[in-house]
């Protein structure tokens, strides 16, 4: 096989969920690419054509060239026989309603706008008792558990859950079928999620009506009594002076919660497990916790959950090494960027005191995620409450990856503990 034809080959795997599975076999193929020195043609089957782009300066290149790149109507991969789907049923290529990371342009920016200040560094800091209150309810869990758990399903999936549907003005009581429904939404492509359910095309749309129900009576309480939280600012948004249609009110709250919470679970998990299998480094931080903000940062580099977005370019244009024409697919690999020999020092090694460090874990240019200083901070909250506690800990058995090209991160991690001052 040529070198061309392997290229090419790897580009296309990274369209698979099931790829996704074995994150070391991904990151090969990120490092095949990146070396290669220029972006990639993948032409998989049952999906259009894109150019696979893994360096760092390329993406960042694709990114902040907004008016280059667009984000409708292919924000994401998907295969065309979900985006006949979501024609047929939601009349759009990219699914069910609009959101954020579909849009562009001036209207993009108006409808960040409804929630930037909310997701600012000083209000989300205001959140810290409440998120800590959290972290400590499912560290007493964890405590409570006999020395042994699954973290990445007992808890990390939990955590960051809660924090979000909170800010959305969610109930305890709906959590558990939020996490289903993301899992059915993300995960729509892994056999091992609900497996009761065959048809991957319907689980998808199914996820999003029932997400729908969920957030429709916030909606209409919020709309009768609003107060001064995020689900207030959304239900009670204008834009130009005109209030938000149902739909995009809908999209704003969907694309709050699903992308607020697995990405960041995933996160917590994914910052356990590297500090396991790296005990120096686990030492490191515990003699000095001031080092916290470091290794959050190189958590997030390391597990970079959001794997890819894609763009659509909107003229011919030359860009790592190839010409891209007009309508062409580019999908900006996140991850492979968090790991590119031209920015990072050694960058297969994790290290929490990592200075600087520039990865792309949350984007960059107008999508910029949103809540990226809320994810830090509850990040750095939990492993806060967590690490004074906790005597020992370690692996005990094998990890698993959710099969999702979009976002991906452990779903199993069973861990064995000993906290402080228990016998457990
Ligand atoms: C570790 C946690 C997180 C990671 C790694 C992450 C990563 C990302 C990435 C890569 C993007 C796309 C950026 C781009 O296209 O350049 C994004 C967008 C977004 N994220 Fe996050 N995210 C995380 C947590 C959160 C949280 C906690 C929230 C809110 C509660 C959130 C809300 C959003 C929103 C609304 C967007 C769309 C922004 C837009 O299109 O303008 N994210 N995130």
């Known amino acids: 096989m040529t070198l061309e034809k392997t290229l090419e080959d790897s580009a296309a795997r990274l369209a698979d969920a099931e790829t996704y599975a074995d994150p070391d076999r991904v ?50 991969m998907l295969m065309k026989d979900q985006e006949q789907k979501n024609i047929e049923l939601f009349g759009s290529i990219s699914g069910p309603s609009t959101t954020l990371v579909s849009m562009d342009g001036e209207i993009h920016h108006k409808h960040r706008l409804i929630a ?25 869990k964890m405590a409570a558990m006999d020395g042994e758990c699954d973290f990445a399903k007992n808890i990390a999936f939990w955590y960051p859950l809660r924090v979000v549907n909170s800010i959305l003005g969610l109930p305890e009581s709906v959590d558990a079928d939020f996490l289903r429904l993301t899992q059915l939404s993300f995960g729509a492509a892994d056999p091992n999620i609900e497996a009761s359910i065959q048809d991957r095309l319907e689980r998808f749309a199914q996820s999003h009506r029932e997400f ?34 149902i739909a995009e009110t809908l999209g704003l709250f969907l694309i709050t919660a699903t992308a607020g919470h697995d990405t960041t679970s995933a996160t917590t998990a994914g910052g356990l497990k590297a500090l396991i299998e790296h005990p120096e480094q686990l030492v490191k931080l ?16 390391w597990v970079a959950p959001v794997k890819h977005f894609a763009r659509t370019a909107t003229e011919d244009i030359q860009i790592g090494g190839q010409t891209v024409s007009q309508g062409d697919r580019v999908v900006v690999f996140f991850a492979s960027a968090c790991r590119d020999e031209d920015v990072f ?15 792309l874990a949350f984007g960059t240019g107008p999508h910029l995620c949103l809540g990226m200083h809320l994810a830090r901070l509850e990040i750095k909250i939990f492993f806060e409450q967590l690490l004074p506690r906790l005597e020992s800990i370690e692996l005990a058995g094998e990890a698993s990856y959710l099969q999702a090209n979009l976002v991906s991160g452990l779903t199993s991690l069973p861990v064995k503990y000993k906290f402080k001052g228990t016998d457990r």
């Open 345 to 359: 020092d050694d960058p297969l090694d994790f290290r929490i005191d990592r200075e600087p460090n520039k990865h």
């Open 286 to 301: 515990r003699e000095n916790m001031e080092l916290l903000p470091n290794a959050v940062e190189e958590f997030l580099r």
């Open 116 to 140: 930037q200040e909310w997701f600012m560094p000083h209000n989300v800091r205001k959140l810290t008792s409440d998120i800590a209150a959290i972290a400590v309810t499912y560290i007493e």
């Open 212 to 245: 729908m129900t969920i957030f429709h009576p916030v909606i209409v309480e919020r709309r009768a009594n609003p107060t001064d939280d995020l689900a207030s600012a959304y239900a009670n948004a204008t834009i130009d002076g005109d209030p938000l249609g």
């Open 27 to 76: 990151n090969e193929i990120f490092t095949q690419l990146r070396l290669s020195g220029r972006i990639v043609r993948a032409e998989p089957e049952g999906m259009r054509p894109f150019w696979a782009v893994a360096k760092a300066a390329d993406i960042r290149f694709i990114e902040t060239n907004s008016n280059k790149f667009i984000a409708a109507p292919w924000p994401a």
